[in-house]
T-cell receptor, first 116, second 110 residues
């Protein structure tokens, strides 16, 4: 089945530094990839929709200059949290759908970011 | 009003019990519907899609009522391994935008 590989699984960084999270579709081409954030005991919140070869579409309230998304190829999308602060500590997950006819979305394994 | 609302839970049930989760959505143009399962500190995994005709997969039955904008998930003969958070997921036309419910936590006890 469709697999999305996400790494790192967890990262601890200092305030003010930047962290890059990668998501790769291993056996399919992901024209569109979605980035979510999940705080403890809360649901996944869509941050942005990443389209290969074009600018990402950000949800209301998500700072595009802080959360840089790059989708340079059909199999790779990256999310960079710039100048991270403790309030950015969260679980970040990407997802993609293998094809227009596929049901459901495949998720990466998630990245737990802790900013200290 | 939230776009997707679920029973807050948590549901604490004994093994073998039948439990039902409800979910309502606000956008009448929503196209696709799913139930996902998320274990603690893990990514969500697709449990089943939801169709207007209703669909069943073993102990799990999902139902969609478009008129009432309502989705349900029924779990029969609960197992300890069913303990997880169940997320109701709704997508817009074309599946371009996905909205997750806040999830309902289920604890199945021996």
């Amino acid at each position: 089945g469709a697999v999305v590989s996400q790494h790192p699984s967890w990262v601890i960084c200092k305030s003010g530094t930047s962290v890059k999270i990668e998501c790769r579709s291993l056996d399919f081409q992901a024209t569109t990839m979605f980035w979510y954030r999940q705080f403890p005991k809360q649901s996944l919140m869509l941050m942005a929709t990443s389209n290969e070869g074009s600018k990402a579409t950000y949800e209301q309230g998500v700072e595009k200059d802080k959360f840089l998304i790059n989708h340079a190829s059909l199999t790779l999308s990256t999310l960079t949290v710039t100048s991270a602060h403790p309030e950015d500590s969260s679980f970040y997950i990407c997802s993609a759908r293998a094809s227009a006819t596929a049901y459901g979305y495949t998720f990466g394994s998630g990245t737990r970011l802790t900013v200290v | 009003r939230k776009e997707v609302e679920q029973d807050p839970g948590p549901f604490n049930v004994p093994e073998g019990a039948t439990v039902a989760f409800n979910c309502t959505y606000s956008n009448s143009a929503s196209q696709s519907f799913f139930w996902y399962r998320q274990d603690c500190r893990k990514e969500p995994k697709l449990l089943m899609s939801v169709y207007s005709s209703g669909n069943e997969d073993g102990r799990f039955t999902a139902q969609l009522n478009r008129a009432s904008q309502y989705i349900s998930l029924l779990i029969r003969d609960s197992k300890l391994s069913d303990s997880a958070t169940y997320l109701c997921v709704v997508t817009d036309t074309g599946g371009f935008k996905t909205i997750f419910g806040a999830g309902t936590r289920l604890f199945v006890k021996a």
